[in-house]
């Protein structure tokens, strides 16, 4: 694995006295597609701004494909793409001019070719010629992605790509990032929808008060702290707890009327652990009206972390 993005001790405190980063360690490989997921004002945004060059760091060291950003700063920047949440200018300009622009502010020659290839995958060619200002707000995503890649950039930013755009550019948006990775482009993206991380993302890094909580691949991070929850309606309330049970972590609840268990380990350990459950129920005479059982996602997961972490923050 080779690593493109090295950042360590990478600390921001802000005139007001806001601490946004906080001695963040992070390592992105070439080829990921990385999220970041944490809760509004987390530091995300902060983050991709102090490797774009926007923001500038109180201290910490940031590495990019081998160049050290403090000192060459300009080589490492020029083979990174950012979409941001907004566009901020290039209003009155047309499209296709608008996207060239970008790639000429990095020094590259014009590639016509390039440009065209880039508006026809984000279905923006045959608006080529419009005034940015007169597209609808998914077109003028769709924009900013285009300038993100007008340069090529082998390590692509995308800070919540899909906040508030309808379900079909969402789709199609997950497609073209998807491409880009099938093209060897390593990306990181900042997100809200969990979902999105669920969909794409290789690894994971949860962030919260400017601070790295975990990171871990996906998949190991859903077996790790994934979780089976199943209620089980009684027919019959229950007083208390029948010894069979004992073993099982499980709990009455709702006055007696339904019994809880959370358990397993996202190995489908849980849900052998509810079949053994409905069968000692059903030996110690106990009957049932209904099980509802699920495991737990990525959100449950994101939501458990961030909430154990604002306990012993209040402790
Ligand atoms: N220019 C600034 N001056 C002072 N404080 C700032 C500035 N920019 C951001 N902050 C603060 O830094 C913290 C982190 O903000 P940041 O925008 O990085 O969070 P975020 O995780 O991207 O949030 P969101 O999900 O809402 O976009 C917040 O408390 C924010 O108010």
């Given at each position: 694995?080779?690593?493109?993005?090295?950042?360590?001790?990478?600390?921001?405190?802000?005139a007001?006295?806001?601490?946004?980063?906080?001695d963040?360690?992070?390592?992105?490989?070439?080829?990921?597609?990385?999220?970041?997921?944490?809760?509004?004002?987390?530091?995300?945004?902060?983050?991709?701004?102090?490797?774009c060059?926007?923001?500038?760091?109180?201290?910490?060291?940031?590495?990019?494909?081998?160049?050290?950003m403090?000192?060459?700063?300009?080589?490492?920047?020029?083979?990174?793409?950012l979409?941001?949440?907004?566009?901020?200018?290039?209003?009155?300009?047309?499209?296709?001019?608008?996207?060239?622009?970008?790639?000429?502010?990095?020094?590259?020659?014009?590639?016509?070719?390039?440009?065209?290839q880039?508006?026809?995958?984000?279905?923006?060619?045959?608006?080529?010629?419009?005034?940015?200002?007169?597209?609808?707000?998914?077109?003028k995503?769709?924009?900013?992605?285009?300038?993100?890649?007008?340069?090529?950039?082998d390590?692509?930013?995308?800070?919540?790509?899909?906040?508030?755009?309808?379900?079909?550019?969402?789709?199609?948006?997950?497609?073209?990032?998807?491409?880009?990775?099938?093209?060897?482009?390593?990306?990181?993206?900042?997100?809200?929808?969990?979902?999105?991380?669920?969909?794409?993302?290789?690894?994971?890094?949860?962030?919260?008060?400017?601070?790295?909580?975990?990171v871990?691949?996906k998949?190991?991070?859903?077996k790790?702290?994934?979780?089976?929850?199943?209620?089980?309606?009684?027919a019959?309330?229950?007083?208390?707890?029948?010894?069979?049970?004992?073993a099982l972590?499980?709990?009455l609840?709702?006055?007696?009327?339904?019994?809880?268990?959370r358990?397993?380990?996202?190995?489908?350990?849980?849900?052998?652990?509810?079949?053994?459950?409905?069968?000692?129920?059903?030996?110690?005479?106990?009957?049932?009206?209904?099980?509802?059982?699920?495991?737990?996602?990525?959100?449950?997961?994101?939501?458990?972390?961030v909430?154990?972490?604002?306990?012993?923050?209040?402790?």
């Open positions: 694995m080779t690593a493109i993005l090295e950042i360590s001790g990478l600390t921001k405190r802000y007001s006295g806001l601490v946004a980063l906080d963040v360690d992070l390592t992105i490989n070439k080829g990921e597609i990385f999220a970041l997921l944490g809760p509004n004002g987390a530091g995300k945004t902060t983050l991709i701004g102090a490797v060059g926007l923001v500038r760091p109180t201290a910490g060291i940031m590495r990019a494909f081998g160049h050290d403090a000192t060459d700063w300009r080589r490492a920047r020029a083979r990174i793409g979409v941001p949440q907004e566009l901020s200018t290039d209003m009155f300009e047309p499209v296709e001019r608008a996207v060239a622009y970008s790639r000429g502010l990095f020094g590259l020659a014009p590639n016509p070719a390039h440009i065209e880039v508006l026809r995958s984000l279905s923006l060619w045959e608006k080529r010629k419009d005034r940015i200002m007169t597209l609808s707000g998914g077109m995503r769709r924009v900013l992605i285009a300038k993100a890649l007008a340069h090529e950039p390590l692509l930013f995308l800070d919540e790509p899909t906040a508030g755009v309808d379900v079909e550019l969402r789709r199609d948006m997950w497609r073209l990032i998807g491409a880009m990775r099938e093209r060897g482009v390593t990306i990181i993206l900042t997100t809200h929808y969990i979902e999105e991380a669920e969909e794409m993302a290789d690894r994971v890094g949860i962030i919260r008060k400017g601070r790295i909580l975990m871990d691949d998949a190991a991070m859903m790790r702290l994934g979780r089976t929850e199943a209620v089980i309606t009684l019959q309330p229950l007083a208390e707890l029948p010894a069979a049970l004992a972590t499980v709990s609840e709702n006055g007696g009327t339904s019994i809880c268990y358990g397993g380990d996202g190995t489908g350990k849980g849900k052998a652990e509810v079949a053994e459950l409905t069968k000692a129920l059903v030996r110690a005479g106990i009957d049932y009206t209904g099980i509802d059982i699920h495991d737990s996602s990525l959100e449950d997961i994101f939501v458990d972390l909430e154990e972490q604002e306990v012993e923050g209040a402790a």
